[in-house]
């Protein structure tokens, strides 16, 4: 069964950064198109970014221009890296396959105050 492991998310004012971290265990990580997702309160949960094994990234339009993805395929690990922040990014993180696999990690809490 896969794990996952995510960090790095904070409170933090708007206009701010912040960088999550995300190690999978125990998969073909190097060969999976790995994405970040999040869950604000009361939403559903979106993905917002994603990057291909090769690199080749998408995003969600409402973080298009102020987030990076990256991965470290020899570290397991893939990042998300999140600027110019507002409270309407306040939410769950999690990192996951695309398509996801059933089990989800415990995510990280992001809160962005005004």
């Known amino acids: 069964q896969v794990q996952l492991v995510e960090s790095g998310g904070g409170l933090v004012q708007a206009g701010g950064s912040l960088r999550l971290s995300c190690v999978s265990f125990?998969?073909?990580?190097?060969?999976?198109?790995m994405g970040w997702y999040r869950q604000g309160p009361g939403k559903q949960r979106e993905l917002i970014a994603d990057?291909?094994?090769?690199?080749?990234?998408n995003y969600a339009d409402s973080v298009k221009g102020r987030c990076t993805i990256s991965r470290v395929n020899a570290k397991n690990t893939v990042y998300l890296q999140m600027n110019s922040l507002t409270p309407e990014d306040s939410a769950v993180y999690y990192c996951?396959?695309?398509?996801?696999?059933?089990?989800w990690g415990q995510g990280t809490q992001v809160t962005v105050s005004s």
């Open positions: 125990g998969s073909f990580f190097s060969l999976k198109t």
């Open positions: 990057i291909s094994k090769g690199g080749a990234t």
């Open positions: 996951n396959a695309v398509p996801s696999y059933e089990h």
